[in-house]
Every structure is written in C-alpha cells, then in structure tokens.
C-alpha cells in the first residue's frame, strides 16, 4: 500500500514538473508572419494582477510581508518593498532579456527595451511566481507563469498572445541560493531561454 502511494505522489510530481517544463504555447496569432520581416521589436515587462506562491494576490503578499518586517523594526517594510521592486530590474528582467537575445543571435530580429520606436512590441506580464525555498535540507525551485502579448507599438492593439510558464533549472547549492531573488531570476533565465528557442526556430 505505501509503495502504491509512493508511486502515485511520484507520479503527479513528475506531471506538475512536466507541465512546468512544458514549451512556449502560442494562444493567438501567426508570429512567422508577425516577425520575419522585421528587424526589431520593442519589450516591456508587466506585473498586472500577479499572484504570489500561497499568498494569492501581489498586494496581500505585500502588506504580510511589510507588516511583518515593520513588527521587527519600524520602517524595515518599506526598505524591504523597494528591494522587491528593484529585484525586477536588476535580476528578473536582464535575466529574461539576456537569454533572449541570446537564443535568438543568428536571427535578424533585435530586441529593445522600452522603446516606442518599433512596430510592434513584446509585452511580458508575469501571472504568477512561486519564489521557493532554500531551507538547506528541504527545497523547492521556483517558478513563475506568464503571458506573452505581442501588440502594435502605436495603438497598442494585441495581434498575438503566447503562454510560458518556466521553473529555476536546478539547485545552485550555495549560500546565495538561498536568496529568492537568485532563484526567480533562474526561473525568468528560463522563461527567456524558451521564447528565445522558440522564435529562433520560427525565423
């Protein structure tokens, strides 16, 4: 009987990892036709209506956590929230558009951040992230899920809509692992291999 359950939790293990795995899904659009007459192509990132691991919504993620901090000591929310903020700048965001660009090398298409000057434009909104944990003797990867819009520069019109979900590759085993912002960034490093990957083979 233990063996039976073990096999069964395995087995919906393996299910979650493969869905979490799983390539980029293309909702809406024909992105050859989009893309391959183009020479660039703008990218914003978003976090609208994001929900947090366990928490649910961004906003009551936020407020635990500041209330949390600002118990220890008044004013360390604050402190804490802009560095959840700055985590997107300086780790989630060059991640994704570092491999990006990098899968994507041999093709003519180049990738700019927030301009207005290309025809259309790459809007990358994260759905959900799960920051995991590194708790030295139990962990758990991180992972974020997110819609891909590719939209008119000018009228910001949506002519395609892609899903790509991703999860941090592996365990880095070192004490920066335990830091949540390495493991999301890993998790966005993905996300950025994948489209890449994906568009490389499509152009």
């Known amino acids: 009987m233990k063996n039976a359950i073990f096999l069964m939790l395995l087995s919906i293990s393996l299910f979650s990892f493969h869905n979490v795995k799983a390539q980029v899904y293309v909702k809406k659009g024909d992105l050859k036709a989009l893309l391959s007459d183009q020479s660039t192509i703008g990218v914003r990132f978003t976090y609208n209506n994001m929900s947090v691991g366990k928490f649910g ?70 759905d959900y992230v799960d920051l995991g944990f590194n708790a030295l003797i139990i962990r758990k990867r991180a992972q974020i899920h997110t819609t891909i819009k590719i939209v008119e520069t000018a009228t910001n019109k949506e002519v395609a809509v892609l899903k790509v979900a991703a999860q941090s590759p592996r365990f880095i085993y070192s004490y920066d692992e335990i830091f949540s912002k390495i493991r999301v960034g890993q998790a966005y ?12 083979r499509l152009l």
């Not at 959840?84 to 899968?103: G, M, S, V, Y």
């Not at 490093?189 to 490389?200: P, Q, R, T, V």
């Open 57 to 126: 919504s961004e906003e009551n993620y936020v407020l635990q956590k500041v209330n949390r901090y600002d118990n220890m000591k008044l004013g360390r929310g604050k402190i804490w929230h802009k560095a959840w903020i700055n985590d997107r700048f300086c780790h989630f965001q060059p991640e994704f558009l570092h491999w990006l660009t990098k899968r994507t090398a041999k093709t003519q298409l180049q990738f700019l951040d927030n301009t207005d000057e290309t025809k259309y434009t790459m809007v990358v909104n994260t």
């Open 189 to 200: 490093k993905e996300a950025g291999k994948k489209i890449g990957k994906y568009l490389a």
